[in-house]
């Protein structure tokens, strides 16, 4: 079973550019999320989604940062315009389905450097 | 609000010693999950393990084992005679009931050297 493709693995930007990120999850997976980790910091949700639905998107920096699963497959998270401090690895994940007792498989991420 | 701390930063052990990696949360509710998850260098989160709230059976899989205690709010995990692919970052998480997002701590990076 292939597990959760991400891409590009590698970004570097200059500030008030925009980039986007792509996630493709596991086959079949209902659930998907987007994590942004900082260097030294454990991983942070940005966003869930349950098939093209937002489930949970409280903690996703509305003003600069856009999320989307058009088909309820592959996602695509954008950052318009990028900062500084945006400068992290984004992990997406995916499960089965929505609850904790349903495992999250995580891609490697995207590391995106802001320069 | 939960909460995940991991009070150790950084921990140095040869190969073949025993470590025990720390986590201690903050939750209101009765019912969540806590979990361990595993980066190695490649960057991919790996799941170890998840507990409920309910089952404080500590459990051993193979050279890891973990120590559930509620009444000090601790998860703890240890590796028996640790080895140099052990080396990585170790993250402690909590999930409350019904909702799928994970709070994680900071992390442990373990080095282990030959």
């Known amino acids: 079973e292939a597990g959760v493709a991400q891409s590009p693995r590698y970004k570097i930007i200059e500030k008030r550019q925009s980039v986007a990120f792509w996630c493709n999850p596991i086959?079949?997976?209902?659930?998907l999320y987007w994590y942004q980790q900082i260097l030294g910091q454990g991983p942070k949700l940005l966003i869930q989604?349950?098939?093209?639905?937002?489930?949970?998107d409280s903690q996703l920096p509305k003003d600069r940062f856009s999320a989307e699963r058009l088909k309820g497959v592959d996602s695509t998270l954008k950052i318009q315009p990028a900062k500084l401090e945006d400068s992290a690895v984004y992990l997406c994940?995916?499960?089965?389905?929505?609850?904790?007792?349903?495992?999250?498989?995580f891609g490697p991420g995207t590391r995106l450097t802001v320069t | 609000a939960q909460k995940v701390t991991q009070a150790q930063t950084e921990i140095s052990v040869v190969e073949k010693e025993d470590v025990t990696l720390d986590c201690v949360y903050e939750?209101?509710?009765?019912?969540?999950?806590l979990f361990w998850y595993k980066q190695p260098p490649s960057g991919e989160l790996v799941f170890l393990i998840r507990?409920?709230?309910?089952?404080?059976q500590n459990e051993i899989s193979g050279r890891y084992s973990w120590n559930f205690q509620k009444s000090t709010s601790s998860f703890n995990f240890t590796i028996t005679a640790s080895q140099v692919v052990d080396s990585a970052v170790y993250f402690c998480?909590?999930?409350?009931?019904?909702?799928?997002?994970?709070?994680f701590g900071k992390g442990t990076m373990l080095l282990v050297s030959p």
């Open positions: 994940a995916s499960s089965s389905r929505q609850g904790p007792m349903y495992e999250q498989y």
């Open positions: 086959s079949g997976h209902a659930t």
């Open positions: 989604f349950q098939n093209n639905g937002v489930v949970d």
């Open positions: 939750t209101r509710d009765t019912t969540y999950y």
């Open positions: 507990r409920n709230s309910f089952d404080e």
């Open positions: 998480a909590l999930s409350e009931a019904g909702y799928s997002t994970l709070t």
